[in-house]
């Protein structure tokens, strides 16, 4: 069974700050992790994958996150926060294959103060 | 390119009807899933369609069923809904073999009343 757990529901940060979102993950078999992004009344934006290879994956926007398998964790960062960064965030998981449902977190809502 | 359509946008219904949900994937996509998303939570995976037959299921009772179409397009029928169906339903699209790279579309806001 793969479970996810986001930890912090509502995150806030200043404009120009670092941005830290945290996951960590369950899994019986070796993962894919996603990031995703949602804007209000939208879909599900990819940001980011881990699938195989490098362990510090870089996605859209500026988005990196790191998988580390001995903490299972894969926190989303990014350096400079935005004002356009204001959005849910889900962390998701899915056995490694190609055709696998995904598990996911249940948000983290990221707001930016001016 | 279009991305993953889904229609319609937005649904009302009453307890007890049906409702059937629409969804084109991406182009060259041939794996389509769906997801129910309540308010404020993530989302929850209900069924996945390839070559036409259901290949994997989430904790969804009977009500909840699908088909695939030859072009891969996908429909989700919900029956005898209850109040508790309302959320937002999204499908999401993929290719067998691209390592369960899934792009959504915008969803379905279905409200029970």
């Known amino acids: 069974a793969q479970s996810v757990t986001q930890l912090g529901s509502h995150v806030s940060v200043s404009e120009g700050a670092l941005v830290l979102l945290r996951c960590n993950y369950s899994s019986s078999v070796p993962p894919y992790l996603f990031w995703y992004v949602q804007y209000p009344n939208q879909g599900l934006q990819l940001l980011l994958k881990y699938t195989t290879g490098a362990t510090l994956v870089k996605g859209i926007n500026g988005f990196e996150a790191e998988f580390k398998k001995s903490e299972t964790s894969f926190h989303l960062t990014k350096p400079s926060a935005h004002m356009s960064d204001a959005a849910e965030y889900f962390c998701a998981v899915s056995e490694g294959s190609s055709a696998s449902k995904i598990i996911f977190g249940s948000g983290t809502r990221l707001s930016i103060r001016p | 390119d279009a991305g993953v359509t889904q229609s319609p946008t937005h649904l009302i219904k009453t307890r007890g009807q049906q409702v059937t949900l629409r969804c084109s994937p991406k182009s060259g996509h041939d794996t389509v899933s769906w997801y129910q998303q309540a308010l404020g939570q993530g989302p929850q995976f209900i069924f996945q369609?390839?070559?036409?037959?259901?290949?994997q299921r989430g904790n969804f009772p009977d009500r909840f069923s699908g088909h695939q179409f030859p072009n891969y397009s996908s429909e989700l029928n919900v029956n005898a809904l209850l109040l508790g169906d309302s959320a937002l339903y999204l499908c999401?699209?993929?290719?067998?073999?691209?390592?369960?790279?899934?792009?959504f579309g915008a969803g379905t806001r279905l409200s029970v009343l």
């Open positions: 369609y390839y070559e036409e037959e259901e290949r």
């Open positions: 999401a699209s993929s290719l067998a073999g691209s390592k369960n790279i899934q792009y």
